[in-house]
């Protein structure tokens, strides 16, 4: 779930701001989920009859995400791509043009992840995509517990 924070979202947070584009909203598409993407969620939220939390959950995500096919172009292909290439799934250009090298790419993610792989953006390859996102170089990894070091007598 995305919500407003003050750190930086990267990926997730941009093609949320990109969809938002998509659907008319002027917002920066520059991975903060501030003020402006937060008022932006909760009219669209609005406007579509959800709960108006300002927060991207399991009810605004299908319904902020938009069916794309091999041809399209802008902001919402932004979006794909951003998330795409952030699975680490072949090297598909940030360009905003579905292109035939981001339709390899995506059928490649869809064969993996068990979706059927017809190299096309709907509802479950784009909220399969949310969840399988690389963490930011930022962000806090996980370690698992340490081995003890053997000691060595004195």
Do not use: I
């Amino acid at each position: 779930m995305l919500k407003k924070q003050k750190e930086d979202q990267f990926t997730p947070g941009r093609a949320l701001q990109h969809l938002l584009r998509a659907h008319g909203y002027e917002v920066r598409a520059d991975g903060f989920f501030g003020d402006e993407t937060e008022d932006a969620v909760m009219d669209f939220q609005r406007r579509n009859n959800l709960p108006s939390d300002g927060k991207v959950g399991e009810d605004t995500w299908p319904e902020l995400v938009v069916p794309l096919g091999r041809g399209a172009d802008g902001h919402a292909v932004l979006a794909l791509q951003e998330l795409l290439h952030n699975t680490g799934q072949g090297g598909t250009e940030v360009s905003g043009e579905f292109t035939a090298a981001t339709a390899g790419d995506l059928r490649y993610f869809q064969r993996r992840h068990g979706l059927r792989p017809n190299g096309r953006a709907d509802v479950d390859t784009w909220l399969a995509l949310l969840v399988f996102q690389r963490p930011s170089a930022g962000a806090p990894v996980h370690q698992g517990p340490t081995s003890p070091q053997p000691s060595t007598p004195a």
